[in-house]
C-alpha cells in the first residue's frame, strides 16, 4: 500500500502532524558558547531563592484566573457546559478558590485527577490551562512549605545537567522531553533565569520554516484588466454622461520587510471613454483619455492579513468633438467653444481628480473583500482552531525579501524545547519548500494527544473539521469496528529523523476495539528516502514493529493476549503506515492555477530535518 502527499493534504502534513506523525534536536555547536552550561548550573545552584508568599500567591492568582475563563467557556457550552461542570468539580474547585482560606490540597489533587483523566476534551486550551495551573500552584505551595526544598532543588539541578550530558552524547526524543519539563518546573519556581534563557537560547530556534518564491505569491494577483461601465460625473457645472472602457493590468510583487510579508498590488490601466456634457442649453460631445494607476500594500503577520489605503493618480486628457445648442443658436456654441477652451485644463485636471478618487474606492472595496475573506479562512480554519488546542504556536513570524516570502514558526511549550540546529538548504528550483524539524512534530503531539484517550471517530471528526478533508488512510476500513487509542503520557507520536531516513512512533497505554479492552503496545515503522526513484519517496524498511511499551525481543516472549492485539494491530495500522510514502505533485487552483501542477524537487531526511521542496513546471 502507498501513502501519498499532495496538493489537497498539504495542510495535514504541516498541521496535522500534530495528531498522526513525529525526536529531539542534537546540541549545535551554539552549546559550546560561554558561559558553559555547568557554570550556570552551578551559580543557580548558590542562588537560590526561597519561594515566598507573593510567590505562591501569584500562582494562586492565575489558578484563579484559568479557572475564571473555563467557567466562561462551560456558558457559553450550553449543551455540554454542565455535563463537564460535574464531571470537574468546578464547583467545588471554585469553592476552594473563594474567601481567605488556604485552598485544601488533597481536594485539589481530587479534582485535578478528573482533570488529568485522559478523555479526548481535556486537551483543549480551557481545561489544559487549569490542569497546568493547578499543577503550578501545588508545586509552589509545597516548596515553600518544605524546608528541605533548597536540597532538592540542587538535586533537581544536579539531574538536568546529568540529562543535558546524556543529550549531549545521544539525542533521543525522551531526552528532551525531560530537559524540557525540566526547564519548565524551574521557571515557575522563580529560578535560574539566567540558565533558562541560555537552554532556550541554545534549544529554542523555530522548528518550522515554510518559503514560497515570489513566482507563486504573486501569480494569483497578476491578472488582465478590461471593463466597461457608465460615466457619472459633474465638472464645472457640466453633468457628464457617457461609457468608459478600461483596459489594463494589475500585477503583484514582494517587498523587502523583516517584520511582516509584504505583497505590493499595482494597477496600470487606460480609460478611455465617449461622453456627453450638459450645461444649460447646450450639448457637448467629448472623447476622454484616462492613465490610471494605483498601488496597494499588503502585509501579512501571525494576526492576518492587513491593507493600507491604496495610493492612485489619474491624468486626463480630453477632446471636444462638437457642442450642440438644443435651438440652433450658433453665438451660444461659439461662447460655448470659448469657455470650453479657457476651462480645458482645469476640467481635465478634475476629471483626473475624480477618477483617482473613483479608482481609489474601487481597489480599496476589491482589497477589503480579499481580506475580509483571508482572514475569515486564517481565523476560524487556523489560528481559532490550533488556540483552541494549545497549539498556536509561540513564534509566528512573516517576512519578505523582493524574491520570496517566508514564514518562521516556533512550537514549544514552557515545558517544551526545540530546535538546536539551522535548517539544511533547499533545492535550488523549489519555488515552494517546508522545513520540518521533528521536536515541532513531537511537541504538538505532546500537547495535543499526551495521556489522552481517542477514538476513531471523534479524532477523524476532529481532523476534518481543522483541514476540510480526512486522508484516505486514516479512515476506518468499511466493516471494521473503529479503534481507541489510550496515549502515552509522553510521547505519544515521535517522529525521530536520521539522515537519510525516520522513524514515526505511536505509543499506546491501552486500546479499545469495540467494547473490548487490549493491553499497551508501541507501533513504530522506519522509512527510507529513495534518492533514485524518478518521483521523491519513502520506503518502508521492513515490517511494522509492534511490541509492548519496554519489550526486549531478544529476551522476552509475547502473551497469548499480546499476541492478538499485536496482529490485528497490524492489520489496522498497516493500512496508515503505508509502504511507501510518495510526495505528489501540488496542483494549484483558482487564480493561482495558471502556474500549473508544482513538481516534486526534493524529499530529503537531513539530522533532525525533513525538507520538502516543488519546482515549477517544466515549459515547452
Known amino acids: 500500500m502507498k501513502a501519498s502527499i499532495g496538493s489537497a493534504s498539504i495542510a495535514v502534513t504541516i498541521c496535522a502532524a500534530t495528531y498522526f506523525v513525529v525526536s529531539p534536536p542534537p546540541l549545535a555547536a551554539a552549546g559550546d558558547a560561554t558561559p558553559p552550561m555547568a557554570a550556570l548550573i552551578d551559580r543557580a545552584k548558590s542562588d537560590f531563592r526561597t519561594i515566598s508568599e507573593e510567590h505562591v500567591a501569584t500562582a494562586l492568582r492565575e489558578l484563579k484566573e484559568a479557572v475564571a475563563r473555563l467557567d466562561r467557556r462551560l456558558e457559553r457550552d450550553s449543551e455540554h457546559g454542565q455535563a463537564w461542570r460535574e464531571e470537574l468539580l468546578v464547583e467545588q474547585l471554585q469553592q476552594q478558590l473563594t474567601g481567605p482560606h ?240 479657457e ?99 513531537n511537541n504538538m503531539a505532546q500537547t495535543a494527544l499526551g495521556g489522552m484517550t481517542v477514538h476513531e471517530p471523534l479524532l477523524q471528526a476532529d481532523i476534518k473539521r481543522a483541514f476540510g478533508r480526512l486522508p484516505e488512510r486514516l479512515r476506518t476500513p468499511p466493516g471494521e469496528e473503529p479503534w481507541g487509542v489510550g496515549f502515552a503520557d509522553r510521547l505519544p507520536i515521535e517522529l525521530d529523523v536520521a539522515d537519510g531516513q525516520f522513524t514515526i512512533t505511536i505509543r499506546g497505554r491501552r486500546y479499545h476495539k469495540g467494547d473490548q479492552r487490549h493491553p499497551g503496545m508501541n507501533v513504530w515503522a522506519t522509512y527510507a528516502i529513495d534518492t533514485d526513484s524518478d518521483a521523491p519517496r519513502a520506503v518502508r524498511q521492513g515490517d511494522l514493529n509492534i511490541f509492548p511499551p519496554g519489550f526486549n525481543p531478544d529476551t522476552d516472549r509475547l502473551s497469548t493476549r499480546q499476541q492478538v492485539i499485536r496482529t490485528l494491530l497490524k492489520k489496522r495500522f498497516d493500512g496508515i503506515f503505508g509502504e511507501e510514502i510518495t510526495i505528489e505533485p501540488l496542483k494549484m487552483s483558482g487564480r493561482w492555477s495558471k502556474l500549473g501542477e508544482l513538481t516534486p524537487v526534493q524529499f530529503e531526511a537531513n539530522g533532525d530535518w525533513l525538507v520538502l521542496g516543488w519546482k515549477l513546471p517544466e515549459r515547452e
Open 102 to 341: 488556604t485552598p485544601d490540597k488533597q481536594a485539589l489533587l481530587k479534582i485535578h485527577a478528573r482533570f488529568n483523566s485522559g478523555r479526548y476534551g481535556l486537551n483543549l486550551a480551557p481545561f489544559a490551562d487549569v490542569r497546568r495551573a493547578l499543577v503550578d500552584y501545588l508545586q509552589l505551595a509545597d516548596a515553600h512549605t518544605d524546608p528541605g526544598f533548597a536540597e532538592t532543588y540542587r538535586e533537581y539541578l544536579d539531574s538536568l545537567a546529568a540529562s543535558l550530558d546524556r543529550y549531549r552524547e545521544e539525542p533521543t526524543a525522551a531526552r528532551a522531553i525531560a530537559i524540557g519539563t525540566a526547564v519548565g518546573a524551574i521557571e515557575n519556581l522563580g529560578q535560574a533565569p539566567e540558565l533558562i534563557r541560555s537552554i532556550r537560547d541554545r534549544f529554542g530556534r523555530e522548528n518550522l520554516h515554510v518559503f514560497v518564491d515570489d513566482q507563486v505569491v504573486t501569480a494569483g494577483f497578476d491578472r488582465p484588466v478590461d471593463r466597461t461601465e457608465p460615466v457619472r460625473d459633474v465638472i464645472l457645472g457640466t453633468t457628464i454622461r457617457g461609457t468608459g472602457h478600461t483596459t489594463g493590468e494589475t500585477t503583484g510583487s514582494l517587498a523587502n520587510n523583516e517584520h511582516h510579508a509584504v505583497i505590493d498590488l499595482t494597477f496600470l490601466g487606460v480609460n478611455r471613454s465617449d461622453n456627453r456634457g450638459f450645461n444649460g442649453p447646450v450639448t457637448i460631445h467629448s472623447q476622454g483619455i484616462t492613465r490610471l494607476g494605483a498601488r496597494a500594500r499588503l502585509y501579512v503577520n501571525d494576526t492576518g492579513l492587513h491593507a493600507l489605503p491604496t495610493k492612485a493618480n489619474a491624468h486626463t486628457r480630453t477632446h471636444t468633438s462638437a457642442i450642440r445648442d438644443r435651438k440652433g443658436r450658433r453665438i451660444v456654441e461659439r461662447i460655448a467653444w470659448r469657455r470650453a477652451a
Open 343 to 441: 476651462q480645458k485644463c482645469l476640467a481635465e485636471a478634475i476629471a483626473a481628480d475624480h477618477a483617482e478618487q473613483r479608482l481609489r474606492r474601487r481597489v480599496d472595496a476589491e482589497v477589503a473583500d480579499a481580506v475580509a475573506e483571508a482572514n475569515e479562512a486564517f481565523t476560524g480554519k487556523f489560528r481559532d482552531t490550533l488556540t483552541e488546542r494549545g497549539l498556536f504556536p509561540a513564534t509566528l513570524d512573516f517576512s519578505s525579501t523582493t524574491e520570496a516570502m517566508r514564514i518562521d514558526w516556533l512550537y514549544a511549550t514552557d515545558a517544551q524545547i526545540a530546535a538546536a540546529t539551522e535548517p539544511p538548504p533547499l533545492h535550488s528550483d523549489a519555488v515552494l519548500g517546508i522545513r520540518l524539524h521533528e521536536s515541532v512534530v
